[in-house]
């Protein structure tokens, strides 16, 4: 986690990572003195950790992006869900955890985490806490305008304070390299449809020099949004995008998480998984369950498990048939 969390955090989400871990931690141990009964540092140091990694997993120190009403939702709930399964996994394992008022706190804590991210939000917002930022564009061009709504539409923590005209006289002009140290400018977005004749590499080098952060359309708009703008990439962006590095860390808690998740999924949807398996039977002759082959990742074959949705041997004349 240290590694994603120094490589992909902002100075701003790490920032909020560290009061939340201090809130949450103190807000265990007022819970274990005045609820129920004094615990140790080891459990609550854990259980802290545990609430980081799994509001961490569900994006909730993104912000990059724009978190709407219903993202809200989903993350509150997922992260709900994923602490208390953990925290019925302890109450096995240990007298210390069985107390039904630690579920309660469970809800308690992520309701207490969500407030103390808005709050941040206005904090920023009422101190002009954004990172300054400036596109180097064409006001004619798609890209540029696109960069320009992305900005000012999804984005808590970056704030555009101009657009600059990708003209000629861009790379003999220093004024504009000083008027941007002087507004405090973290980052340049380059936004052109065509870099052909309008590409102000001077500019950019110098800007460079001197500690500006100079990216690309795509790369902003896959940062603010977590999508891709498939319309708008070059191969190069395919060619150098570290997208296909898959780190062993990733693949740890992608695996982690998609195990555990899927594991209390499986438990909240048991009873209409049991009704779905007796209609099927009730339904038509055959096996309740269908296995197939399929093809994965780098081309390894796997078996795919699901309920039976056709009858028996249904495409046993025609064949295999498109859906």
């Known amino acids: ?47 802290t950790a545990i609430c980081q990694v799994i509001l961490t997993l569900v994006d909730y120190y993104n912000l990059k992006f724009h978190i709407s009403t219903l993202q809200n939702i989903i993350q ?15 109450s096995l394992l240990s007298k210390i955890f069985i107390s039904p008022s630690i ?13 103390i991210r808005s709050i941040y939000y206005s904090f ?9 930022i400036v596109i180097i564009g064409n006001q004619t061009h798609n890209s540029t305008n696109f960069a320009k709504s992305v900005i000012l539409k999804n984005s808590h923590i970056y704030k555009l304070l101009n657009i600059t005209e990708a003209t000629e006289d861009l790379d003999k002009d220093n004024s504009i390299i000083n008027n941007f140290k002087k507004n405090k400018v973290k980052k340049i977005v380059l936004a052109l449809d065509d870099r052909r004749g ?13 500690g500006i952060d100079i990216i690309d359309f795509n790369d902003l708009y896959e940062e603010v949004t977590g999508k891709i703008a498939i319309e708008k990439i070059r191969p190069s962006y395919l060619i150098f995008s570290d997208g296909f590095k898959v780190t062993l860390f990733k ?8 195990v555990v998740f899927s594991l209390i999924l499986l438990i909240i949807s048991l009873p209409i998984l049991i009704l779905t398996a007796i209609l099927i039977k009730v339904d038509s002759e055959g096996p309740i ?8 990742r780098r081309g390894k074959e796997f078996h795919l ?8 041997d249904a495409e046993s004349k025609s064949g295999p048939v498109w859906a």
């Not at 579920?103 to 407030?115: D, G, P, Q």
């Not at 693949?251 to 998609?258: C, R, T, V």
């Not at 498990?305 to 028996?312: C, D, V």
Request: charged fraction near 15%; aromatic fraction near 28%.
């Open 1 to 47: 986690m240290t590694k994603y969390f120094y490589n992909n955090f902002t100075l701003k989400e790490r920032l909020l990572f560290f009061i939340n871990s201090v809130l949450i931690f103190a807000f265990f141990v007022f819970f274990s003195n005045n609820i129920i009964y004094p615990w140790n540092y080891y459990p609550i140091i854990f259980l």
């Open 76 to 90: 509150f709930i997922i992260s709900f869900i994923c602490l208390s399964f953990i925290v019925i996994l302890l």
């Open 103 to 115: 579920y309660f706190f469970a809800l308690l804590i992520i309701l207490f985490s969500f407030l």
């Open 124 to 132: 920023i917002d009422h101190f002009d806490l954004y990172e300054k």
């Open 198 to 210: 309008q590409f102000p590499s001077r500019f950019l080098l110098n800007a460079k020099m001197q």
């Open 251 to 258: 693949k740890i808690m992608k695996g982690l998480f998609d």
């Open 289 to 296: 369950i269908y296995k197939q082959r399929r093809v994965g």
């Open 305 to 312: 498990y699901k309920f039976r949705s056709m009858y028996q």
